[in-house]
T-cell receptor, first 116, second 110 residues
Framework: DTAVSQTPKYLVTQMGNDKSIKCEQNLGHDTMYWYKQDSKKFLKIMFSYNNKELIINETVPNRFSPKSPDKAHLNLHINSLELGDSAVYFC???????????????FGPGTRLTVL | RKEVEQDPGPFNVPEGATVAFNCTYSNSASQSFFWYRQDCRKEPKLLMSVYSSGNEDGRFTAQLNRASQYISLLIRDSKLSDSATYLCVVNLSNTGKLIFGQGTTLQVKP
């Protein structure tokens, strides 16, 4: 009965490869997010989708492409992986578009990506 | 200047101690504020929202000072299970874009 799930949990790959991380939420939320947590532990938002519409698109390389087939899923595809992409990637979801300023965001367990 | 700044610590305290964390934010237009907790190698989880009038949840008290642009978290009667990283979080707008501080690490010792 996991609320926000991500696969895989660990991903080790070579530079230059293309990989995807999947995220699903069963909370019935409208909005989903992708965050990156680097080695210094800073958690930074990358993208957000509300009902399959992109609403936040931070300055990330265009090698990163989110895809939302429906409001319960938000996948992250990364092309031509680089060493600097190594980090923990967290998916999150919240109810509503954030118009209620105190909407809680629920995070998935994270995907630890290591690029060799 | 970072958008949300916290002292990374670590704060090492004995069980039963009272400990306080502060956080400052740079954008005066920030609209809502939170403390999240992150255990080692786990995901962040909401600890509490921070309201203008200050709010309390059991042993935890959060305060907001908009004039000085800082947020605080007070933990009373620390437990071993309080050991974690506490993330100060600011919501800049109504899009749900949260800005996270680096986190303050707390280690409660027996």
């Amino acid at each position: 009965d996991t609320a926000v799930s991500q696969t895989p949990k660990y991903l080790v790959t070579q530079m230059g490869n293309d990989k995807s991380i999947k995220c699903e939420q069963n909370l019935g939320h409208d909005t989903m997010y992708w965050y990156k947590q680097d080695s210094k532990k800073f958690l930074k938002i990358m993208f957000s989708y509300n009902n399959k519409e992109l609403i936040i698109n931070e300055t990330v390389p265009n090698r990163f492409s989110p895809k939302s087939p429906d409001k319960a899923h938000l996948n992250l595809h990364i092309n031509s992986l680089e060493l600097g992409d190594s980090a923990v990637y967290f998916c999150a979801s919240s109810q509503g578009r954030g118009l209620a300023l105190y909407n809680e965001q629920f995070f998935g367990p994270g995907t630890r990506l290591t690029v060799l | 200047r970072k958008e949300v700044e916290q002292d990374p610590g670590p704060f090492n305290v004995p069980e039963g101690a009272t400990v306080a964390f502060n956080c400052t934010y740079s954008n005066s237009a920030s609209q809502s504020f939170f403390w999240y907790r992150q255990d080692c190698r786990k995901e962040p989880k909401l600890l509490m929202s921070v309201y203008s009038s200050g709010n309390e949840d059991g042993r935890f008290t959060a305060q907001l000072n908009r004039a000085s642009q800082y947020i605080s978290l007070l933990i009373r009667d620390s437990k071993l299970s309080d050991s974690a990283t506490y993330l100060c979080v600011v919501n800049l707008s109504n899009t749900g874009k949260l800005i996270f501080g680096q986190g303050t690490t707390l280690q409660v010792k027996p």
